[in-house]
């Protein structure tokens, strides 16, 4: 699932009976007080190679933080939101946060900036911006044996056959 989706099930979890959208996505407003959720990339780590499985795949990920913007619009806007920053703190969301490959390490500021709309009143709207890091991983078949594992046996001649285990390495260059 991409790291879009997975912040939006998790934001979607948290807001309960209040509806979330994608915000840069063309549709109709739902009626009814929403979140519109925006996922902005602000980091990419540097990648990190992992060691070549027995299968000859080998991984290569990174760890990457969003910036997430959240705005809520209704007469609960604010509200909303302020209670969804306060579920997400909750051991619950932390563990769904968990099991969909995010950590939440940042909950900015929760501001109330009204939003012109008909050009005669103004609607409320609150505005949250979060940090969540996810991993990416790519896993590729590679050309090259990294570790190779087995035993020898001594035969023939008059003492009997030692087995001996025995792992070689590639070894990394300094």
């Known amino acids: ?12 979890a948290a807001a309960g009976a209040t509806p979330v959208i994608f915000a840069n996505e063309n549709g109709k407003r739902p009626a009814t007080a929403y979140i519109a959720m925006a996922v902005h990339w602000a980091k990419i780590s540097a990648a ?3 060691l070549v499985g027995d299968d000859g795949v080998q991984p290569v990920r990174q760890h990457d933080d969003a910036t ?6 209704g007469p609960a806007a604010y509200d909303a939101l302020d209670e969804l ?5 909750h051991p619950l969301y932390e563990e769904r946060a ?14 109330n900036i009204p939003v012109m709309r008909d050009a005669v009143r103004f609607e409320r709207r609150g505005l949250l911006e979060l940090g969540i890091r996810y991993a990416l991983v790519h896993s590729e078949q590679v050309g090259f044996i990294e570790t190779v594992t087995g035993t020898a046996t001594t035969t023939g001649g008059l003492t009997p056959a030692i ?3 025995f792992t ?7």
């Open 48 to 50: 990190e190679v992992g």
């Open 85 to 89: 920053a306060l579920k997400l703190r």
């Open 168 to 174: 070689a390495t590639v070894a990394a260059a300094p």
């Open 68 to 73: 997430v913007e959240l705005q809520g619009f």
């Open 163 to 165: 087995e001996t285990p």
């Open 98 to 111: 968990e099991a969909l490959g995010l950590a939440l390490f940042e909950i900015g500021r929760l501001q």
């Open 1 to 12: 699932m991409a790291p879009e989706d997975r912040i939006f099930e998790l934001i979607e």
